[in-house]
Nanobody, 117 residues
Framework: QVQLVESGGGLVQAGGSLRLSCAASGNIFSFNVMGWYGQAPGKQRDLVAHITRGGSINYADSVKGRFTISRDSAKNTVYLQMNSLKPADTAVYYC???????????WGQGTQVTVSS
């Protein structure tokens, strides 16, 4: 069973930057997709960005041009670089690893990002 451990969250002023890390206990290329999701208080968990095994990347419209997802295969780690942060970005950010066959869906414990105005 793969474990995902997020880090890098914190409190930052609007306009600032953070880099989130998601360290996997196994090979990240064993998953079809790895992604970051954000869940604001009282709201559903929404996709922020994901990267496929083949390297295709998708971003939520709200973060395009500000956030960048990347990965380091040697470290089995996926990153989310968050720039030009806004108070609306405040959420708990979760890392996700998804494999289609055999089916497997894994979540990290989440890391809090708070952006003050």
């Amino acid at each position: 069973q793969v474990q995902l451990v997020e880090s890098g969250g914190g409190l930052v002023q609007a306009g600032g930057s953070l880099r989130l890390s998601c360290a996997a206990s196994g090979n990240i290329f064993s998953f079809n997709v790895m992604g970051w999701y954000g869940q604001a208080p009282g709201k559903q968990r929404d996709l922020v960005a994901h990267i496929t095994r083949g390297g295709s990347i998708n971003y939520a419209d709200s973060v395009k041009g500000r956030f960048t997802i990347s990965r380091d295969s040697a470290k089995n780690t996926v990153y989310l670089q968050m720039n030009s942060l806004k108070p609306a970005d405040t959420a708990v950010y979760y890392c996700n690893a998804l494999r289609w066959a055999p089916s497997y869906n894994c979540w990290g414990q989440g890391t809090q990002v708070t952006v003050s105005s």
